[in-house]
């Protein structure tokens, strides 16, 4: 039977999901609830996680020394390279093993998180290699679309018309003017992978994608729209309410690509305007006070809507045609 | 010590047969000239089944020593090689391999940094990690890339230590140079190395450790003292180990080596394989009656500062040779030589001589200019010469 949120909470209502109370992230933030989804997922599966984390608000606020609010095996190594070092972590159990070192009824989980920087930007090359090796790893990024640890500076993963300190809103420029890197296909370009998108907003879907992610055999990587409240401006309650709506926006279609054959998980029946997901946020309050604030968010109207109609057609397209 | 076995090898082949032998868990490299071949001969012994090694043929130097963190990490005697660039991208990672105290050891074929580019030798990227809190071991022939291959093994991981050791050797010169190796048998050195014993291993789920975590104002300077300190233990566990060598291999290793130094009055401190031609040198001035002597830099850190003051001590002159250069300050050795002489009672003179920069020639002229020099008494401690540059 499937994992639900009820079974969870029941097996974890007296047992530790590995990541303990009083870390320091932000009250609202979506890492930590992404962190325990994932981990709690493993542990119900009797996995053993061990953990790789990526510099990043997250790693920070979890770690101060000499305290830790890990009670699974956990590793920072710097920013960039946390799938590599995952990856050495997951060839050092295949060789221990192999040499009969370590117990053989241990199931253990790889786990490799990054914020969208160390995913997106500085850290995906180290993330390609690892993928194109074919790890046994589950790769999470928690995407709250900017550098968060160091204060609200752009990442190649936020959208147009947001304000950052190195991308701001200005008398000239309406904030960024790229588009987010689409960073699930370029996971899902790499062969014999599982990739997929989801939110604490729909727990079921994600607790689906993290079980079927984690028996996948070979690298597995979920990327979860996670919320920062402090630079999505916004409240503190609402952050799990913002990934639905970004849901039905279509800003953040879910699906998942396994081996090539994209299946999308969720189909509202009717959208909401993107507009919605734009004006619920004060990053882009400044954008909003532009002239040609209607112009950019119609642009990413109609960027939202081509994606969405492109992720039915390649449902439609790939339906029983893996790639191996 | 019956039924020697020679082998005629480069001194890339003998890193990667000492890594053959050691057989650690782990090897995670990238190519890069001319480190190229260790990875190579060590990617066909894993494709032939001859060890049982896991190895990531990873994406950039960065990862591998990322990847090479990780295995330690996770309990694993991991090992990798690299060369110039190649040490400078990984670079960052190597201060984290130090200071989570990971034995890692890594052969590092010294070459010229970038730019222009340059694939030959100098010590310029040894010399750019040598503040980084790894052990750093110097090579003056193939014979001692193999034997401080596998003497490196049991520093990184005497539990006093716990630090990363790199084992430099010259790039093509050593790296490329066909000599005789005296090799061990195979259960030799695996007995000498014996099994890595991990220290909070991330794969004992039973007891989860927290490796890398924030470490603000309140606790990393002791954090540091704790590396400082484990890297003065590195120096005393140095000989004990050397001597455990000498024991299966009649070979004796030690920080630094003396030849002809008992009476010699003009000495000459070198590191790598410039010790070789030297050596000649001093042979040949030593017939000539010439007091002259050489002391060869085994181990640069820890820096042996206690022998360089006992031999160097009221010699009358003392001319330093670097391939690698402090822009602004100066050269590398040099500077610590003339910093630990400070200190000695009968200061002598110091003369400092750069040479060899991207790959040119040492050659025997250029040594005995330099002895000539130090016997003329002509050397003044604030000046930089060179040797073989066209000026």
């Known amino acids: 039977m499937p994992l639900t949120m009820k079974k969870l909470a029941e097996i974890f209502t007296n047992r530790e999901t590995g990541l303990t109370q009083g870390h320091r992230m932000c009250p609202g933030c979506g890492a930590p609830m992404t962190v325990k989804i994932v981990l709690m997922v493993a542990k119900a599966l009797g996995y053993e996680p061990v953990i790789g984390f990526a510099t990043g608000c997250m790693e920070v606020s979890s770690t101060i020394f000499p305290y830790t609010s890990w009670s699974v095996p956990y590793i920072h190594n710097a920013f960039e390279n946390v799938a590599a070092t995952i990856s050495g972590v997951e060839i050092a159990y295949r060789a221990l093993k192999k040499a009969g070192k370590i117990p053989s009824d241990k199931k253990y989980a790889f786990i490799a998180f990054g914020g969208d920087g160390g995913t997106y930007d500085i850290g995906l090359q180290s993330l390609s290699g690892a993928l194109e090796r074919g790890h046994k790893m589950l790769y999470v990024l928690y995407d709250n679309e900017g550098y968060m640890n160091t204060g609200n500076q752009r990442s190649g993963s936020t959208p147009p018309g947001a304000d950052t300190t190195t991308a701001p809103v200005g008398k000239l420029l309406p904030g960024k003017i790229q588009l987010k890197k689409n960073i699930v296909e370029i996971v899902a370009g790499h062969e014999n992978v599982y990739a997929a998108t989801v939110t604490t907003g729909e727990p079921m879907d994600f607790i689906n994608k993290v079980e079927k992610a984690l028996q996948f055999d070979g690298p597995a990587f979920i990327a979860a729209l996670s919320p920062c409240v402090r630079y999505w401006r916004m409240d503190e309650s609402k952050s799990v309410d913002i990934t639905k709506l970004a849901v039905q926006t279509k800003y953040w279609p879910l699906y998942e690509v396994e081996r090539g054959v994209y299946r999308v998980t969720r189909k509202p029946t009717s959208f909401k305007p993107i507009a919605e997901f734009v004006k619920a946020q004060g990053r882009f309050r400044l954008l909003l006070q532009r002239p040609d604030a209607e112009q950019i968010i119609n642009e990413l109207q109609q960027y939202v809507d081509r994606r969405w109609e492109r992720l039915l057609a390649l449902e439609e397209a790939t339906k029983d045609k893996p790639i191996r | ?391």
């Open chain 2, 1 to 391: 010590m019956t039924g020697k076995k020679i082998l005629a090898i480069t001194g890339a082949e003998a890193a990667a047969y000492a890594m053959k032998q050691i057989e650690p868990d782990v090897v995670a490299a990238y190519p890069i000239t001319p480190q190229t071949p260790i990875v190579e001969y060590f990617a066909k012994y894993v494709a032939d089944g001859e060890v049982r090694t896991e190895m990531i043929p990873v994406e950039s130097e960065h990862s591998a020593m990322s990847a090479v963190v990780g295995a330690a990490a996770a309990g694993a005697r991991a090992m990798t090689a690299t060369s110039a660039q190649g040490l400078a991208l990984m670079l960052e990672i190597v201060y984290i391999a130090s200071s989570l105290r990971l034995p890692i050891v890594m052969g590092v074929v010294n070459r010229a940094l970038s730019a222009p580019i340059n694939i030959h030798c100098d010590h310029s990227d040894a010399m750019m990690a040598r503040d980084s809190g790894w052990i750093q071991l110097f090579c003056e022939d193939v014979q001692e890339v193999y034997d401080l291959t596998i003497l490196a093994v049991r520093l990184a991981e005497h539990e006093d230590v716990r630090l990363p050791v790199m084992v430099n050797q010259d790039g093509f010169i050593l790296s490329h140079g066909v000599e005789p190796v005296e090799v061990l048998p195979d259960e030799v050195v695996k007995k000498f190395v014996g099994e890595l014993k991990p220290i909070y291993p991330l794969l004992d789920t039973d007891h989860p450790v927290t490796y890398g975590p924030l470490d603000l104002y309140d606790y990393y300077f002791e954090h540091k003292r704790q590396q400082i300190e484990a890297m003065k233990n590195a120096y005393r566990v140095f000989p004990l180990i050397a001597e455990e060598f000498y024991k299966i291999s009649g070979r004796k290793y030690n920080y630094v080596e003396p030849y002809r130094m008992e009476d010699a009055e003009y000495v000459m401190v070198a590191l790598g394989s410039s010790n070789g031609t030297i050596k000649d040198v001093v042979d040949e001035l030593r017939e000539k009656g010439k007091k002259v002597g050489l002391l060869k830099i085994w181990m640069f850190r820890p820096f042996p500062k206690a022998e360089i003051q006992r031999y160097l001590t009221a010699r009358k002159a003392i001319v330093v040779l670097d391939r690698a250069v402090s822009f602004g300050a100066e050269a590398p050795l040099y500077e610590a030589v003339k910093s630990a002489l400070y200190e000695v009672a009968a200061r002598p003179l110091v003369g400092s001589f750069v040479y060899g920069l991207g790959g040119r020639d040492l050659k025997p002229e250029h040594v005995r200019y330099a002895f000539e020099r130090a016997m003329a008494l002509d050397l003044v401690a604030d000046k930089e010469e060179y040797l073989g540059l066209r000026e």
